[in-house]
Nanobody
Framework: VQLQASGGGLVQPGGSLRLSCAVS????????MGWYRQAPGLQRELVAT???????NYAASVKGRFTISRDIDKNTVDLQMNSLKPSDTAVYYC???????????????WGQGTLVTVSS
C-alpha cells in the first residue's frame, strides 16, 4: 500500500495551492491522516492532521491559512493552502496511520513528498 501525493508546484507569495493524497488500495483500516513538511536544513514538522472523526490539529504557523480535509469514502486527504508565504517553501509529505488487513497492526506510512515553492 502507498500514499500517493500530488499538487505541489511554484506559486507566488499570497497565492494558493491544494495538495492531495490518496491511499493506493482498499485496506482494512485508516486512522489519522495528515501532512508534514521539511524545509532545507530543517527537521520534518507537522503541518496538519485530521482524525477519523474530524478532529484537526494545525501548526501555529499555518492556522487560519491552511485547511485539511478528508474524504473517508475515497480514502483521500487534502490540504488547501492559502495566503502562502516564502517560509512555507518545503517538501510536503502525506502521512497516514494504516492497517492493511485484520491480521496487521497499525503502522505509519509516508507518501513520496511533493515540493511546494513560494517565490516571486
Amino acid at each position: 500500500v502507498q500514499l500517493q501525493a500530488s499538487g505541489g508546484g511554484l506559486v507566488q507569495p499570497g497565492g494558493s495551492l491544494r495538495l492531495s493524497c490518496a491511499v493506493s488500495e482498499n485496506i482494512f483500516g485508516i486512522g489519522t491522516m495528515g501532512w508534514y513538511r521539511q524545509a532545507p536544513g530543517l527537521q520534518r514538522e507537522l503541518v496538519a492532521t485530521m482524525t477519523t472523526i474530524g478532529n484537526t490539529n494545525y501548526a501555529a504557523s499555518v492556522k487560519g491559512r491552511f485547511t485539511i480535509s478528508r474524504d473517508i469514502d475515497k480514502n483521500t486527504v487534502d490540504l488547501q493552502m492559502n495566503s502562502l508565504k516564502p517560509s512555507d517553501t518545503a517538501v510536503y509529505y502525506c502521512n497516514g496511520e494504516l492497517r492493511r488487513t485484520v491480521a496487521d497492526t497499525w503502522n505509519d506510512y509516508w507518501g513520496q513528498g511533493t515540493l511546494v515553492t513560494v517565490s516571486s
